[in-house]
């Protein structure tokens, strides 16, 4: 694993670009990682360098929050480890207050991630989803009021209209509220839709994406092709029935993702995975790349996803395959609507190398 780490978006906050994912601790599901092998990925992630660990309330009925809890205090690497957790989700039936974003749910969600945790604090806590009712100004005021009691450091959002995030970062901008952070949003060769207005959001308003799914559930790991798919299990398979979109992967399109993928992998002689984590993480706009496994022997290879680079020719033909549709109006966008507002000139909007990277290096001086 390259171990280099970066700012969280416009935070102070140093995570690594590879994230762990959390969501396998547990079989509850029917797939998942049971409590030693989930302990032994742990300390691999940790041994690699790895500091950011991705986890929700609603996670294999919460044993995802209380196990990933444990580990870090046995290993006591709680002011290292940076934990993100994530409320929404309702796990009580008959009650619509246990679920949600209003402020009662927020309150009663993040005491209970405390508790499961087993911490007095969250390092960044994350709308799960929108429920198409609760304000913006609702929720920033009350994830700002979470802040200040010292209870979460950082705010982000995780599947939410474009529109709706915007909104939320302006409403914390004008009142003073702690700012959106992160915005963690599906994405992957099979998945680029965010692209449209995600990526320019927050690279201009300070939000880092954190991907999930950048496997694609799988589909891009190598283990599925269209001939061998009920031969295959795992999670794709296991939830073939859902009707959750997150897991529609079987389509023309990503089969034909998944072969260009095959024979980029073999020209480089690295794994399909590699490829597909390397290509997602290098993207504009994306902070961290959550990574998840049920195997010690899935995540080693997923932590070498970053040691190499993939050919500028290759990732050009990784683009061309899994080029996403440009619906209305963001067909109006591209160059052949906007060389009628520039009247045909090249028009910029800074040359390259005004914004310089910043990256220091160097030798811990500490005082012996």
Do not use: C
Not at 200 to 229: E, N, Q
Not at 324 to 339: A, D, K, L, R
């Amino acid at each position: 694993m390259t171990m280099s780490y970066y700012t969280l978006g416009s935070s102070g906050l140093r995570v690594t670009r590879l994230a762990l994912g959390t969501m396998t601790f547990g079989t509850e599901w029917g797939w998942g990682a049971d409590k030693d092998t989930a302990r032994v990925l742990v300390d691999a992630y940790v041994e690699a360098g790895g500091n950011f660990f991705d986890t929700a309330d609603a996670y294999t009925g919460g044993t995802s929050e209380t196990w990933l809890g444990e580990f870090i205090a046995e290993r006591g690497l709680r002011g290292k480890a940076v934990i993100s957790t994530k409320f929404s989700m309702n796990l009580e039936q008959g009650n619509p207050n246990a679920g949600g974003n209003g402020r009662k749910n927020i309150i009663r969600a993040v005491e209970s991630s405390l508790k499961r945790l087993g911490t007095d604090y969250i390092d960044l806590y994350i709308l799960h989803a929108w429920d198409r009712l609760t304000s913006p100004e609702e929720v920033m005021r009350t994830l700002d009021d979470l802040v200040r009691a010292g209870k979460i450091r950082h705010v982000g959002l995780s599947d939410v209209p474009a529109w709706y995030a915007s909104r939320a970062q302006s409403i914390a901008e004008q009142r003073g509220y702690e700012p959106v952070s992160a915005l963690q949003l599906e994405y992957s060769l099979a998945e680029r839709n965010i692209e449209h207005e995600f990526v320019p959001f927050g690279t201009r308003y300070g939000a880092g994406i954190m991907v999930w799914s950048p496997l694609a559930s799988g589909l891009l790991s190598g283990k599925y092709r269209s001939d061998t798919i009920s031969k295959a299990g795992g999670r794709l398979e296991t939830m073939r029935g859902s009707t959750n979109p997150g897991f529609q992967k079987f389509t023309a399109r990503n089969w034909a993702i998944v072969a260009e993928l095959e024979k980029i992998a073999g020209e480089l002689g690295r794994g399909m995975a590699q490829i597909a984590l390397n290509w997602a993480a290098t993207r504009p706009g994306v902070a961290s790349v959550i990574i998840g496994a049920t195997r010690l022997d899935q995540l080693k290879d997923n932590l070498g996803a970053l040691d190499f680079e993939v050919p500028k020719e290759l990732l050009a033909r990784l683009d061309a395959v899994s080029q996403p549709v440009t619906p209305f109006p963001y067909s109006f966008f591209g160059p052949e609507i906007q060389g009628g507002l520039t009247g045909g000139q090249a028009v910029g909007d800074k040359p390259a190398g005004y914004f310089p990277d910043l990256l220091m290096e160097g030798a811990f001086a500490g005082v012996s």
